[in-house]
């Protein structure tokens, strides 16, 4: 019989985070004071994150060792499981080998964790005991919420609104972690009542709900802001996935021609795709494929530039791709991938070509999903099956050019709570949007006057 599951040992948790900027052949652009046009230093950010984690954001060293505490965590979870997906491949008719992570058996469902533990342990040891943040999907805010939770902070999630009323679950979820959660944009914050003000009827995005937690937290002193993507130690936290990857890959006796992932903020992909980057700077031949939604096409349309993190300009400037930060993105299912910009550290890769992306309507997203869920059993989230229509697709190519490949992809979270989403595929309701040219041009004005990545 075929192998189908490759699973590690508890001990065999990877005990050090990889810091991929130690490799990347150009360094990223600094982040920049938006007052002042010059690069942030540690003592800017201090108001909102401890002083571990701002570290790790500007640390060049190529590992970071895991605290003791934390790996502790992590056998919650950890390792996760790497799948065969025979049953797909067959499903699919392709010549090629597909294997997935699979990070949905952590207990809130995704990846998330990974770094909302992290995250929370560096704020508890520097004495912060409440933490506020944003959530899409739900997905980052039960993370957090239940990372919150086993260290004993207090947690508030402002939660985008279309998300919390299509997805009623996820918020009782968040609450049975102990957090508090309202509806971004809310009546909580200056900048939740000013848009409110403005567009009553606002789906929201994640723009606005990062305005409103950024703005909680500068305001009081025990609250730090926790961000769930994006960020270089968020990233760097996620690396955990890509370094157990490799080692159950060679259990599998095999090595990806294709590694691929979803990208809202960056994480899930950088956390897969990450170490096997620097197998491929290192001269192996690898292709990393970022898959995207084309409602919100960050990396494929949108322009790299210094842009804000949110919508009421309330961040440093980030030079990343973006779309403009008052891009409000069309309500589409995958709600984690309604992010106007993309994380600077895979800007950057896709600048220098080691990265490529591509966009798919939501439609044949959903289409894979099902194919999936119909051959492997597992009902992924709809951020994830980005990724496997992305890995369907890099099948489909290798089989017409008579091509066989080895093909990895992330398989970020389950979907159990994302069955509204599934009803609307269904019942034939399910918009596909394509951003036309004119909304990216109106979106980037936004950014117009802001300074220009070198
Ligand atoms: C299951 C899942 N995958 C992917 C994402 C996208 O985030 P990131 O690009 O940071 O992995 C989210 C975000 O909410 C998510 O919930």
Known sequence: MEQTKFLLDESEIPRRWYNVRADMPSAPQPVLHPGTGEPVGPDDLAPLFPMALILQEVSEEPEIAIPDEILDLYTLWRPTPLYRARRLEQAAG????????????????????????????????????????????????????????????????????????????????????????????????????????????????????????????????????????????????????????????????????????CVGGGSNFAGLAFPFLREKIAGRDIDLLACEPAACPTLTRGLFAYDFGDTSKLTPLVPMHTLGHDFVPAPIHAGGLRYHGVAPLISQLVIDGLIRADAYLQSDVFTAAVLFAGSEGIIPAPESAHAIHGALEVAREADEAGEERTILFNLSGHGHFDMAAYDNYFAGKLEDVALDEEEIERALHAIEGLPAPA
């Not at 998330?112 to 944003?134: C, D, H, I, M, W």
């Not at 002193?221 to 890959?249: P, R």
């Open 94 to 261: 392709t010549r090629s080998r597909i294997f997935y992570k699979y990070e949905g058996v952590s207990p809130p469902g995704s990846h998330k964790p990974n770094t909302a533990v992290a995250q929370a342990f560096y704020n508890k040891k520097e004495g912060r005991t409440r933490l506020s943040t944003e959530t899409g999907a739900g997905q980052w805010g039960s993370a957090l919420a239940f990372a919150c939770k086993l260290l004993g902070l207090e947690c508030k999630v402002y939660m985008v609104r279309i998300s919390y009323d299509q997805k009623p679950f996820r918020r009782s979820m968040i609450q049975t972690w102990g957090a508090e959660i309202v509806a971004s944009p809310s009546e909580d914050t200056q900048c939740g009542r000013a848009i409110l003000e403005q567009f009553p009827d606002t789906p929201g995005s994640l723009g606005i709900a990062i305005s409103e937690a950024v703005e909680d937290a500068a305001g009081r002193d025990d609250t730090s802001y926790s961000l769930g993507s994006v960020l270089n130690h968020v990233l760097l936290h996620q690396t955990v996935i890509g370094q157990e990857a490799l080692a159950q890959m060679e259990m599998a006796r095999a090595f990806p021609d294709v590694v691929i992932g």
